[in-house]
């Protein structure tokens, strides 16, 4: 079987009917959950042979989460270069919540295929999520947020970031109501965290 998490590894036919697949499943992944969508639906879209699909993919939830991944892993670059120059954890975790917010405001499809899979994931342990761990360690051990946020910050903090992208796609808002609400986000995010009102207020005048 292909291997499906390293499409760079594959042969330029088997590339160019992996991108196929990824593609239709994108369009379609805009549209429904991944259990509403069928192969047969999939290949069809990508105009080639069911066996293509079970080559690439072991079933339909791995083919979501590998598009979701690729989304992620863009969202995650986005946020890494956004605080590149920032040594602030606080100011770090509220980087990231804006730079998602942005995101689903200038990529609202994109936000509904990375909402709609575990490749959204709020584990600790998930590779995605280290840059956070490593802000949320540096915060607590600064005193700069709760104790609690050792353990339980990270869950938190992807939590309010995901419902807010999910907030975001779905009411439409302009742009004046939508960065209320992003500031409004961040602002009640970091006073839970045990940051200070007035800290949190700057933080979050983008």
Not at 28 to 44: C, G, S, W
Not at 90 to 114: E, S
Not at 121 to 128: E, M, N, Y
Request: hydrophobic share 50%.
């Amino acid at each position: 079987m292909a291997n499906h998490f390293e499409p760079n590894s594959l042969s330029p036919r088997a590339a160019r009917t992996h991108a196929a697949l990824v593609a239709a499943g994108f369009e379609l992944l805009v549209e429904r959950p991944i259990d509403a969508i069928a192969i047969d639906e999939v290949v069809a879209r990508a105009g080639v042979a069911k066996g293509s699909f079970f080559n690439h993919f072991p079933d339909k939830q791995h083919f979501a989460e590998a598009i979701a991944s690729e989304v992620r892993l863009e969202l995650e670059a986005l946020v890494t270069r956004a605080n590149s120059a920032v040594t602030d954890p606080v100011k770090r975790i509220a980087g990231g919540m804006r730079v998602a917010a942005d995101f689903a405001l200038n990529h609202p499809k994109r936000t509904a295929v990375l909402l709609r899979s575990h490749a959204s994931s709020t584990a600790r342990d998930h590779p995605l999520n280290k840059g956070l761990v490593d802000d949320f360690k540096a915060a607590v051990d600064a005193g700069m947020v709760r104790q609690e946020a050792a353990d339980s910050g990270v869950l938190y903090w992807l939590g309010l970031c995901q419902i807010l992208m999910a907030n975001l796609v779905e009411r439409r808002l302009d742009r004046p109501g939508a960065e209320r609400r992003i500031s409004e986000m961040i602002v009640l995010g970091l006073t839970g965290l045990g940051v200070k009102n007035a800290t949190a207020s700057k933080l979050a005048v983008r």
